[in-house]
């Protein structure tokens, strides 16, 4: 018979079934939609903290970079002194924040097919979920590690484990190899790979199966209503 707090047992349960947790990529992933309140602040930030009126989010490609590393790569690309980055950091994301929370209303999303009904499954099934940066469908997630902890996303790995692990009552944190990343880019499949962790790939966002198949994902599913493939990976 097993014995612990209800977290151990809990633990000892799923680990004793060989699931895998996964850290979960929002954007494209889980929602689809305007997200002006995001962008808006970033190009907000680029103009009060950095003064770079002209600097915008649209000069790159940002699917599956974290928010520190979009303020990075977009002030480098505008000239801003690279050196001089870090010290404006902090207050380039007090910057987002202020603004997010004046205009967030603004935003209209959807949930990617499949995903409520997803998510729903894990949860009945005990699993603590975690994001891995991203704000929406809160209420299913127990942990997660955000954009504006970390200037690089793998950076972000160590943090959600060591989250999920006390969850589960564990004294220490879990290898990785009980983990998976899902996401719909194929930055997020480095991530995954430079984490040391498996990856699963939604072709909902930018790229297509053959795109994330080619990326190196382990796992490659059109959407999330692809349930049972991705519910098999998982081993639950």
Same mark, same amino acid.
């Given at each position: ?11 000892? #349960? ?11 990529d929002i954007d494209k992933t889980l929602i689809l939609g305007k997200n002006s309140s995001h962008f808006g602040a970033f190009n907000?930030?680029?103009? $009060? ?27 480098? =690309? ?33 949930? $990617?097919? /499949? ?9 009945? #099934?005990?699993?603590?979920l975690g994001l891995l940066t991203g704000i929406g469908f809160r209420s299913f997630f127990e942990y997660g590690a955000f954009g ?16 999920? =692990? ?16 899902? /996401?719909? =880019? ?21 790229? =297509?199966t053959d795109q994330l198949r080619d990326a190196g994902a382990d796992l490659v599913v059109a959407t999330l209503e692809e349930q ?9």
């Open positions: 018979m097993m014995r612990g707090s209800p977290e151990q047992l809990r633990g000892q #349960e799923l680990l004793s079934r060989g699931v895998k947790f996964p850290l979960i907000y930030a680029f103009k $009060t903290v950095f003064g770079l009126p002209n600097a915008s989010i649209n000069q790159i490609i940002p699917d599956g970079m974290i928010d520190r590393q979009i303020i990075s790569e977009v002030v480098r =690309s505008n000239g801003f002194p690279v050196k001089e980055i870090p010290q404006r950091m902090p207050a380039a994301v007090d910057a987002m924040l202020t603004y997010f929370r004046i205009h967030k209303s603004e935003d209209t999303f959807a949930s $990617t097919p /499949g995903a409520a009904d997803f998510l729903t499954v894990l949860q009945r #099934e005990g699993l603590p504006d902890q970390a200037d690089q996303r793998v950076d972000l790995i160590p943090l959600a484990i060591s989250r999920a =692990s006390n969850l589960l009552g564990q004294p220490e944190s879990l290898p990785e190899k009980h983990f998976v990343i899902m /996401g719909d =880019s194929p930055r997020d499949v480095a991530c995954a790979k430079a984490g040391g962790l498996e990856v699963i790939a939604v072709a909902t966002g930018s790229y =297509s049972q493939k991705i519910c098999t990976f998982l081993n639950i």
